[in-house]
């Protein structure tokens, strides 16, 4: 089993940033890749950032590409979401997810363990 915590949430201005982070527990041995995914009000679940435990490679959604970076801290299992220049249309609930199934790739959206979410929301 895998434990996946997040924080770093809250409510900011249209142009400000946010550092989320994902800290994972249990068998981390396990754990191939791990992303962020958001969720807004009446809409499903999106993909947006991957980055392979592996190699360290990362992936974006094009709407976040140029103002969202994912890292890591391989020491302490922790993954981060750095969101500059955040707009309105970042709004939703954001989690954090793991994957430990092979060749995970082929399939961002379905994540193998989940975070209980953090609400980021940005005014206008």
């Known amino acids: 089993q895998v434990q996946l915590v997040e924080s770093g949430g809250g409510l900011v201005q249209t142009g400000a940033s946010l550092r989320l982070a994902c800290a994972a527990s249990g068998h981390t041995f396990s754990i191939r890749g791990m992303g962020w995914f958001r969720q807004a009000p009446g809409k499903e679940r999106e993909f947006v950032a991957v980055?392979?435990?592996?190699?360290?490679?990362?992936l974006y959604v094009d709407s976040v590409k140029g103002r969202f970076t994912i890292s890591r801290d391989n020491a302490k299992n922790t993954v981060y979401l750095q969101m500059n220049s955040l707009k309105p249309e970042d709004t939703a609930v954001y989690y954090c997810?793991?994957?430990?199934?092979?060749?995970?790739?082929?399939?961002?959206?379905?994540?193998?363990?989940w975070g209980q979410g953090t609400q980021v929301t940005v005014s206008s």
């Open positions: 980055l392979d435990w592996g190699t360290g490679s990362t």
């Open positions: 997810g793991a994957y430990s199934r092979p060749a995970y790739y082929r399939d961002y959206a379905h994540a193998d363990y």
